[in-house]
Nanobody, 123 residues
Framework: VQLQASGGGMVQPGGSLKLSCAASGRTRSIYFMGWFRQAPGKEREYVAH????????HYGDSVQGRFSISRDNVKNTVTLQMDSLNSGDTAVYYC?????????????????WGQGTQVTVSS
């Protein structure tokens, strides 16, 4: 599976951005798609995930109510809509794919990763 993330950039506090992740290759093996982020000097943080087939979603506490994850199984893409952004959301965002059903919030259990896209929230 290959993943290509896009959509990062710079936005002012309170603004919105939408990230996309295009999956190719053996997409039928995907069970979960997730988004993680990593800020300078910090560990990689779980953001959200979605089940590839059923659309079940879950969010990290820091983004709950502000971010929304969705998927398009025809286009093999996952989108992360980010609203009400603040400086704490500044990080490199990574999409990832997982082929097993266990522990979808653990980054170390994801099998495939995209290249990362920078999100900067600054006035």
């Amino acid at each position: 599976v290959q993943l290509q993330a896009s959509g990062g950039g710079m936005v002012q506090p309170g603004g919105s951005l939408k990230l996309s992740c295009a999956a190719s290759g053996r997409t039928r093996s995907i069970y979960f798609m997730g988004w993680f982020r990593q800020a300078p000097g910090k560990e990689r943080e779980y953001v959200a995930h979605i089940s590839w087939s059923g659309g079940f979603t879950h969010y990290g506490d820091s983004v709950q109510g502000r971010f929304s994850i969705s998927r398009d199984n025809v286009k093999n893409t996952v989108t992360l809509q980010m609203d009400s952004l603040n400086s704490g959301d500044t990080a490199v965002y990574y999409c990832a794919a997982k082929t097993s059903s266990n522990w979808p919030m653990r980054a170390d259990l994801y099998n495939y990763w995209g290249q990362g896209t920078q999100v900067t929230v600054s006035s």
